[in-house]
């Protein structure tokens, strides 16, 4: 298996597997709202190929990281996040441990990246095996319905302490405070 930094060339295949994945209504999805005229980190972003048949090497898998912010109504500050996901693996391919090793090479680049908090909405069951949890967001909001115990924060910073209220949001969104001041 072959695992590089998504390029564009991936990017029909990748669509159709995330079509397959999710179905056609993706967009609809809450997490959609955060992406938004936004784009994925480049660095971040991972296509897993079948190395078998040359040029016509089979797309197994697809990993994003786009940028977020989870912001505190209380304090007025934001705290620079990202979102993971879309993640889909080819049913065919499903299993093998390629989720997990594409999850973990997100984490572990966006840590070098200096990107310390990461967000999902996802399976608990399966996403808590890398270190997510759902334990200090049952009173975040997102732009959008979404089930509170599928919205999961991983941290990779010790000092990092996690607001108990937060909107998590688009990045670069101004701040009503921020907005008032300027
Ligand atoms: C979720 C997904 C990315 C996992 O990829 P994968 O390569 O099959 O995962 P891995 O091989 O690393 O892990 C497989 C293990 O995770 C478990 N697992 C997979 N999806 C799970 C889920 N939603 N809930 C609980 N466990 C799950 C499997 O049962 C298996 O368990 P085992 O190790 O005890 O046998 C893949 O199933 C997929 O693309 N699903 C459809 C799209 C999706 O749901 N994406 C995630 C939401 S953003």
Request: contains cysteine; hydrophobic residues 40%; aromatic residues 6%.
């Amino acid at each position: 298996m072959h695992i590089y930094q998504t390029t564009a060339a991936d990017r029909p295949e990748i669509e159709q597997l995330l079509d397959t994945a999710f179905g056609l209504d993706r967009h609809n999805r809450t997490a959609y709202r955060l992406r938004d005229g936004s784009t994925p980190v480049e660095q971040l972003c991972f296509v897993a190929r079948r190395e078998e048949g040359g040029c016509n090497a089979h797309l197994c898998a697809s990993i994003e990281f786009w940028p977020i912010e989870v912001a505190c109504p209380n304090t007025g500050e934001s705290l620079p996040a990202l979102l993971l996901g879309p993640i889909a693996v080819a049913e065919e391919c499903r299993g093998l441990g390629l989720g997990g090793q594409l999850i973990r090479l997100g984490l572990e680049t966006a840590e070098k990246l200096g990107h310390h908090l990461v967000i999902l909405v996802g399976d608990p069951e399966y996403y808590s095996r890398f270190g997510f949890s759902n334990a200090g967001t049952g009173a975040w909001t997102m732009p959008g319905p979404f089930e509170q115990r599928r919205l999961m924060a991983h941290v990779s910073d010790p000092a990092l302490s996690l607001p108990a209220e937060a909107d998590v949001r688009k990045a670069s969104c101004v701040h009503p405070r921020a907005a008032a001041q300027g």
